[in-house]
């Protein structure tokens, strides 16, 4: 599982995730993440930039877009997708 929270750690994740594919090609790599996560083969369960906020009032409005990220999460965490390796990247 990867997650990064803004456009640059979605670059950063995306060349770890193109290296670990490169040496796995049978990895199977999710989490949430932007375009350059999807280019390297991460299954994007949320786009970060549908969960970035600033200010207040902001949050308040996206506070469900946060709360479903977060519930989805922490689902895979404790279910049968568990993986074996979370990277949390700038977020």
Do not use: H
Not at 6 to 26: F, I, N, T, W, Y
Not at 69 to 91: A, H, N, Q
């Amino acid at each position: 599982m990867m997650v990064a929270g803004e456009a640059s750690g979605d670059a950063q994740a995306a060349k770890l995730a193109a290296a670990m594919a490169a040496r796995d090609p049978a990895l199977s790599l999710y989490g949430v993440g932007g375009a350059a996560m999807r280019r390297a083969g991460v299954e994007t369960r949320f786009d970060s930039g549908d969960l970035s906020v600033m200010g207040f009032t902001e949050a308040l409005g996206g506070i469900g877009r946060i709360r479903r990220c977060y519930r989805d999460l922490k689902s895979c965490l404790r279910g049968t997708e568990r993986p074996d390796l979370v990277v949390l990247v700038d977020f």
